[in-house]
């Protein structure tokens, strides 16, 4: 257990003894709310505001001496619910003593932003328990209060026998209240309920928000992850969130029953309401072994108070959307991501891992419980290219497909076939070649098909008049041949155009209903007699084909498009013959050092030349810069990419004098010329050590270029993830710490510079190096501002970016932090921050770290090439916790780049002063710590 400190800022941890001698341990987090726990059934008695207000009720007549469980609180019912089993109600848990954890967990929190907390833990050692319940477990449980006032309870089960069992839980959690009857609980309407007073019967709940007139005992079964108690005339609110208990016990005793319990006053059940989070109608099965531990178990209670309630309902509506954020349907969502990436739309999208692809994502549509993707509409983003195979194939849900008005090629996706369900399939203004699917009989649903304008050829297939349902067909503008399909079976149809095509006649009987708009422009065809009873239709005979362009006939247009086509060509040539005469005589030995670029798969030598020559510009050098060499002198450099970034590709060109220098050549600068220079000079204006120095700009119309010093050593995210094979230098401790500090000092750097306003907007371990004295010093700053929008976010920048930087697009100091913290982890996990598991998981560094933390409390986290070293545990886990405080979704709660300098930096003090530098372990000794954080 954390010690209890004198310094008012931290939270305190606190061991008191109440009336009946019985441990209770005082949790207060810096603002004063606090909490209070009993060693007697684990059980928390006590949770206030900082304002020293009472949230949870405790009978007058409560009989605190154990073994009998206080009335009030929160007790813990385990391992059996009610009466539910052969045990005594509610199990034993409640009337155990706990003790608090002797050897506190590798990771003591995972929020050091103010959090208090104590782990305690109860184990059947004891006969008593043995006897009753024959199964070794160990039941942890960390009770914590934020520094938000939250109160949280996880726990974890372990079996350590060699036989699984099976418990129930219920956290039977008594809300203070102002009067029952003034109550309302909201996150249960619709669900199915057992009712406890009708001998367990199942009943569905009908009202749209639980009220209480009279008794209630029921366990609500399968409820959302959020509930919310509303006190109307207390104007307080609770929200309860919860993970792993899918079950809500509601509980009133009433005047009744509140009479016959005798550690209950009988006006007191006004003032009570029970609402326990619980896993009771699914009991949760453990199986032996000790890595078979029951995870996920938490319980978090937010209080709230405003004025109006109308807020409560927003903050409430607000919390279930979080919950409906999260239950994504992962997999339709990761088969579009891989569809997006392979299909690369120029247009950016705003579809994000770490977003709601329901709720959030452009042009996607889910069903109504959120599980599954049903709709997909991205006419004219910009998608290149063929299809990727076993991507949208995927959404087997999917009812309306639109990819119309892009550059879609290849043939008709032959996987399409797997979505069953489509009924709407607009792929117009394509360029799709090929035959179109043999099969439509497998799309029983279809009711409107739109393939027009793009090069589909071979016939129309019969499949088609199978459709039932299909309303509407447009195949007009390709190059189908055969015979005008019969289609007098589809009697669904309204719309048909087949125009444009090189199908023949005669078109059948019954599509002649159609105008002959829809078949004008075809091979050859003739109208055959319509029947009787279609006589009376307007049917014209074969019209002129309809001209297409500017009024001509297809066969003029076709010969103007060659002539015009001819000229294009001749033009072209005599312009590429002149550019290379001129690129020959204005630079000497020019076309070897083309050659040279090129081989090194350099700035595309020709475009870049000229586009600089027309631009008639200088490089700008910043002041005190030692360079010398000019525009033409970096044009003619030899070039190697280093990587392609965000905001553009970064070149390492080494001039004719053996320099090397970076140049950055941004791509998609939004900011005028003005603009521009103005944000270079605060950047260029930045001289710290780690900072990577600007040296020069250029800016013209068509290049924007950023000339840095070059850093041989190579980014962080290199030294890092670069060559995992056998030959593989470890990236040591000490070396990861000055990474840390350095990185940390450059940006607080940045942070003061533009009177306190400028941020970076870009922090990324490629965007990190390390100096001559192998400190972190950053780069890439600044850009943000000038760039046109935030690059797509399917990518390794993704992990990376704040949560609210998604959202509003806009990067500030604090979502730096964020990125910064990403970068800490990256150091302490060896994990990039997006990275797929070899069953091709995406997994998302943050949320992972997360979930270990809470629920192993283990060493996992940690890179293994550390657990080489010893003496370091200590620093990782606050390094951990430092980077955890970083990364918090709050952004205000997250530590300002000043004060993570000097934590970093009393972090690596500390190491520094237990010497040189950490010794590798032995192989014996690396083992026992990888499995050591287990407790
Ligand atoms: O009196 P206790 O054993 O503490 O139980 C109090 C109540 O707990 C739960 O809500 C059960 O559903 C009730 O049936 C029970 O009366």
Redesign the pocket.
């Known amino acids: 257990m954390e010690a209890s400190t004198d310094d008012e800022k931290r939270p305190m941890v606190d061991l008191v003894k109440d009336k009946n001698g019985t441990d209770q341990v005082l949790l207060q987090n810096p603002k004063g709310a606090s909490v209070k726990i009993s060693l007697h059934g684990g059980q928390v008695l006590s949770w206030k505001t900082e304002r020293g207000d009472e949230l949870l009720f405790t009978s007058a007549k409560a009989n605190s001496k154990p073994p009998h469980?206080v009335?009030g609180g929160i007790?813990i019912c385990f391992p059996q619910?009610?009466t539910r089993g052969s045990l005594e109600?509610?199990g034993f848990a409640r009337n155990k003593m706990w003790l608090v954890e002797n050897d506190p967990p590798a990771l003591p929190s995972f929020d050091s932003t103010g959090k208090a907390y104590v782990d305690l833990v109860l184990k059947s050692s004891d006969e008593d328990t043995t006897r009753i319940w024959p199964h070794c477990f160990e039941f942890h449980l960390r009770v914590s209060l934020g520094l938000d006032g939250n109160l949280t309870l996880i726990s974890r089960v372990r079996n350590i026998n060699s036989k699984p069992f099976s418990f129930s839980i219920a956290y039977?959690t008594y809300f203070s209240i102002s009067d029952i009857s003034e109550v309302r609980v909201e996150g249960l309407e619709t669900l199915d309920y057992l009712d406890?007073m009708l001998d367990k019967e199942r009943f569905t709940e009908q009202g749209d928000a639980l009220t209480f007139e009279s008794e209630i005992?029921r366990?609500y079964l399968n409820s959302k992850d959020v509930v919310a108690v509303f006190d109307h005339e207390r104007k307080r609110t609770f929200l309860i969130e919860k993970e792993g208990l899918p079950d809500v016990?509601v509980?009133n005793?009433w005047d009744k029953?509140a009479k016959a319990?005798p550690d209950l006053g009988d006006e007191e059940y006004k003032h009570m309401l029970?609402v326990?989070g619980a896993a009771i109608e699914k009991p949760i099965t453990l199986k032996p072994a000790s890595d078979q531990r029951q995870r996920n178990i938490s319980f978090v209670f937010c209080f709230l108070t405003t004025p109006m309630e109308e807020a409560w309902r927003v903050i409430f509506t607000l919390c279930l959307l979080i919950y409906v954020a999260n239950a994504d349907p992962i997999q339709d969502k990761r088969a579009l991501l891989e569809f997006l990436t392979l299909m690369r739309p120029t247009r950016s999208l705003n579809w994000n891992e770490t977003t709601s692809v329901c709720n959030t994502w452009t042009g996607v549509t889910c069903n109504k419980d959120g599980s599954r993707i049903t709709a997909v509409r991205l006419p004219g983003v910009g998608l290149n290219g063929q299809i990727p195979p076993n991507t949208l194939s995927r959404l087997s849900s999917l009812t309306v497909l639109s990819l119309r008005s892009n550059r879609i090629s290849g043939l008709f996706p032959g996987d399409f076939a797997e979505l069953k369900d489509l009924a709407f399939l607009y792929l117009q203004d394509n360029d799709f070649s090929g035959q179109l699917p043999e099969d439509f009989s497998v799309w029983k649903n279809l009711t409107s098909v739109n393939l027009s304008n793009n090069d589909f050829n071979g016939t129309v297939p019969d499949s088609l008049a199978s459709l039932k349902r299909v309303q509407s067909l447009n195949l007009a503008n390709n190059s189908l041949s055969g015979d005008i399909p019969d289609l007098s079976g589809v009697s669904s149809l309204q719309h048909i155009d087949l125009s444009y095509n090189n199908l023949n006649g005669p078109i059948p009987s019954w599509l002649q209903r159609f105008p002959t708009s829809s078949y004008q422009g075809l091979g050859g065809f003739s109208l055959v007699q319509p029947p009787p009873d279609l006589a009376h239709q307007e049917l014209k005979p074969r019209q002129k084909p309809k001209p297409h362009f500017l009024g001509l006939t297809k066969t003029v247009f076709l010969l103007i498009v060659i002539a015009v086509s001819v000229v294009l060509l001749a033009v072209l040539v005599f312009v590429l013959a002149v550019c290379y005469l001129r690129m020959k005589l204005s630079q000497g030995d020019g076309i070897v050092t083309d050659a040279k670029l090129q081989k090194k798969g350099g700035m595309s030598p020709e475009k870049f030349v000229s586009r600089m020559e027309d631009a008639n510009n200088r490089l700008s050098f910043f002041e005190g810069c030692n360079y010398s060499f000019d525009l033409e002198d970096l044009l003619r450099a030899s070039a190697e990419v280093l990587g392609k970034g965000t905001f553009g590709t970064t070149y390492k060109a080494v001039l004719e004098d053996a320099t090397s220098v970076a140049v950055k050549r941004l791509k998609d600068v939004a900011a005028g010329k003005r603009d521009f220079e103005q944000q270079m000079e605060i950047i260029g204006g930045i001289k710290h050590e780690n900072v990577v120095e600007l040296k020069a700009y250029y800016y013209s119309k068509d290049e924007k270029l950023m000339v840095y010093d070059y850093f041989g050593n190579g980014s962080v995210a290199s030294l890092l993830h670069g060559n995992r094979g056998e030959n593989r230098v470890p990236l040591d401790w000490e070396t990861r710490m000055s990474i840390a500090i350095g990185a940390a000092k450059g940006i607080a750097r940045i942070h003061q510079e533009n009177n306190g306003k400028l941020v970076h907007g870009n922090i990324k371990s490629s965007n990190i190096f390390l100096n001559s004295e192998r400190n972190g010093c950053v780069s890439d700053l600044g850009l943000t501002a000038v760039m046109s929008a935030l690059a797509p976010p399917i990518s390794r920048q993704a992990g990376y970016r704040a949560p609210e930087v998604t959202d509003t697009r806009k990067s500030s100091q604090l979502s730096d932090v964020y990125s910064f913290g990403v970068v800490l982890l990256e150091l302490l996990t060896g994990k990039s921050p997006i990275h797929t598991t070899a069953g091709d998981e995406i997994i998302h560094l943050v949320r992972w770290v997360h979930s270990v933390v809470r629920e192993e409390w283990t060493a996992e986290v940690f890179d293994v090439e550390l657990l080489r070293y010893t003496n370091i545990e200590e620093e990782m886990v606050e390094m951990l916790q430092i980077a955890m405080s970083c990364v918090v979704k709050a952004p205000d709660q997250r530590p300002k780049m000043s004060d993570l300098v000097r934590l970093i930096e009393s972090v690596g003090n500390r190491q520094a002063s237990l010497g040189p530098e950490p010794k590798p372990k032995s192989e014996n000794e690396a083992s026992e710590t990888s499995t050591a954080g287990e407790i």
């Open positions: 469980p009335r007790p619910f009610g109600q509610h039977h406890n005992d366990v016990v509980w005793p029953k319990l029970c326990d």
